[in-house]
Every structure is written in C-alpha cells, then in structure tokens.
C-alpha cells in the first residue's frame, strides 16, 4: 500500500486535502479510483493543468513513451480519477491534465460506476476525516444561494453567489444524476421526497 500511502500524502496538499484516517478506507478509496500504476503517474502531477509533456519529463522513467503516457491519462480522465482541461495557447488547442478534489471532483465523477461497497467507504471516510476538511477551507465549495425575492436592496450580493448570474452566463449547461442519491439507494436509504435523480448541474468545463 506504500504507493497508495504516498498519493494519498500527495492529494493531501491540495487546497481541499485527503486526509488520512485511522480505519484507512483512503487507501481503499484510492485503489477504487487508482491502479498502481496510475496512482505511480498521480504522484507526479500537480492541481494545475499541465500538458503531457510536462508531465512526462517527471515520469519517463515510468512509461515507454509519451504517447503511453497520454494513453494513460486519457484513460484516468474517462474513468474520473483526474481532471482534464482544453487550453488554447500559440499553436492551437492543448488538453491538460491536473489532480482532482475527492469532492466536488473523484467521487461525483462516479455517477455511472458507483457501488454499494464504494458508497459505504465514501460515507465512512466522511464521517471520519473528509467532512471536517471540506467545511476547513477559508473559501468553502458549499455555499448557501441567495434567493433574490428574500434579499433586499441595501444587500449586494457578489457575482460568484448569485445563481441567476453564473446561469445565464454560461456557454454550456448539462444535468447528471445526484451521486449521492444514487448511493442512498443502493444502500437502501432512497430519498422519500421525490424520484428524481438529475439534480446536479455542470456548467461550461466544469
């Protein structure tokens, strides 16, 4: 587990970290997104975007080739282990590759594939440590959304906060299934307000 312990430490840096636990299920939920070799590659990426080339340089001596590596990223990107993001530079279009949060990022990049077994890990490791860590940010991920109707005009309300705003702006808008829905029903705690499951927006290249 000694490489998954590394990339733990390694995911741990980033702004929203990955705590470790006593239980140790963050290496169980490592190894769910991660295969070592993988997770030999994720040690050496960074939260900001870089290309394939970049990357390589601190990895060659882990792959055949750049064109393996890319192969590889692509294939951690497809299976939401890793983020990706389309960049225009001098020659054109580059895709780039950075680490993603566990939440929002890994876990809900699982809509498709969830189980059981990795639903009770992901509400294990929250209540153990993830929790306590994403409400820690001096900028939280969760925020409360203004309702205008109730907001009077003496109150501004930044940009970033107001929903109306970050809609309308946006070039692209999809909705997916509510991960966490979704893992309330394989454990058989489906929410009994309604059975709806596509709650949750992405906007633009989110």
């Not at 590394?6 to 705590?19: A, E, S």
């Not at 594939?113 to 939280?140: A, G, H, P």
């Not at 501004?156 to 997916?176: C, F, G, P, Q, V």
């Amino acid at each position: 587990d000694n490489i998954y312990r590394k990339l733990q430490q390694q995911l741990d840096t980033l702004p929203i970290g990955f705590p470790a636990t006593k239980s140790g299920v963050e290496i169980r939920l490592l190894k769910f997104f991660f295969t070592p070799e993988e997770a030999e590659i994720a040690i050496n990426m960074r939260f900001i975007p870089e290309s394939v080339k970049k990357i390589y340089r601190r990895v060659k001596k882990k792959v055949k080739s750049m064109e393996e590596l890319e192969l590889i990223l692509d294939r951690m990107y497809h299976k939401g282990a890793i983020n990706l993001k389309r960049e225009m530079d001098e020659n054109g279009e580059e895709v780039r590759y950075h680490l993603a949060f566990l939440a929002v990022g890994m876990y809900e990049y699982q809509v498709k594939s969830i189980t059981k077994e990795f639903y009770e890990d992901i509400e294990l490791y929250f209540e153990e440590e993830y929790r306590d860590e994403i409400v820690s940010t001096k900028i939280n991920q969760l925020r409360t959304i203004p309702v205008e109707e109730s907001i009077t005009p003496e109150h501004h309300i930044a940009n970033y906060d107001e929903l109306r705003t970050i809609i309308e702006s946006a070039e692209k808008i999809a909705i997916m299934d509510c991960i966490c829905q979704k893992g309330k029903d394989l454990i058989g705690e489906s929410c009994k307000q309604t059975n709806m499951r596509e709650h949750c927006f992405v906007l633009n290249n989110s």
